[in-house]
Nanobody
């Protein structure tokens, strides 16, 4: 079983910065892609940024140039550095991790989600 613990959310003024972290823990697993999603009230959950196991990244157009995703494979942790925050960035932010577990010579792949952390940007 893989557990994800998110941290770093909070209240910040427009133009400010926050850094989110999501750490995966458990036994006997490896990780593929790691990503951040967000969901504002009344809206669908949307992709913010994703980073592949090899380090390649992809961002939503709305955050390009302001947000940076990174990962520390030794710590099974993904980060999201958010700069120049805007009120429209206000949302609950969720990390998603692609987990690979090998059991009885078979490989199982599934996605694991964090519990979410609230980011609120005031104008």
């Amino acid at each position: 079983q893989v557990q994800l613990v998110e941290s770093g959310g909070g209240l910040v003024q427009a133009g400010g910065s926050l850094k989110l972290a999501c750490a995966a823990s458990g036994r006997g697993f490896s990780i593929n892609a790691m990503g951040w999603y967000r969901q504002a009230p009344g809206k669908q959950r949307e992709l913010v940024a994703v980073i592949a196991s090899g380090g390649s990244t992809n961002y939503a157009d709305s955050v390009k140039g302001r947000f940076t995703i990174s990962r520390d494979n030794a710590k099974n942790t993904v980060y999201l550095q958010m700069n120049s925050l805007k009120p429209e960035d206000t949302a609950a932010y969720y990390c998603k991790v692609g987990v690979v577990v090998t059991a009885l010579l078979r490989k199982y792949e599934f996605d694991s989600w964090g519990q979410g952390t609230q980011v609120t940007v005031s104008s």
